[in-house]
């Protein structure tokens, strides 16, 4: 069965940092890109990073550029979100997705074909 599983979500103070997994289960994510998106109520989802499994490529959206990376761990199957200097604006549920394996450009969701559930941050004092 085909999973992902996002984790390390949680509340945290403007100015702090929070590292998010993904972890696949029942594939290999060597032939996909994962992407990570984030949809805050009444906003549509938007792309924030996108990780290419096979070599560690990404591309980061403009609007964290700076404040967020991505990476992933080849032994754990295992995809994360290093999220830096965060502000109350990233506030939103965050989710990953499997798709094709190409990281260049617009991050669209449409594109992701395997989705996780998602985890909550929230940036407040």
């Known amino acids: 069965q085909v999973q992902l599983v996002e984790s390390g979500g949680g509340l945290v103070q403007p100015g702090g940092s929070l590292r998010l997994s993904c972890a696949a289960s029942?594939?290999?994510?060597?032939?996909?890109?994962i992407g990570w998106f984030r949809q805050a109520p009444g906003k549509e989802r938007e792309g924030v990073a996108c990780?290419?499994?096979?070599?560690?490529?990404?591309n980061v959206a403009d609007f964290v550029k700076g404040r967020f990376t991505g990476s992933r761990d080849d032994a754990k199957n295992t995809v994360y979100l290093q999220m830096n200097s965060l502000k109350p604006e990233d506030t939103a549920e965050y989710y990953c997705?499997?798709?094709?394996?190409?990281?260049?450009?617009?991050?669209?969701?449409?594109?992701?074909?395997?989705w996780g559930r998602g985890t909550q941050v929230t940036v407040s004092s």
């Open positions: 029942g594939f290999t994510l060597d032939r996909y890109a």
């Open positions: 990780i290419r499994f096979s070599d560690g490529s990404t």
């Open positions: 997705a499997a798709g094709p394996n190409l990281c260049i450009g617009a991050i669209l969701p449409a594109l992701y074909n395997y």
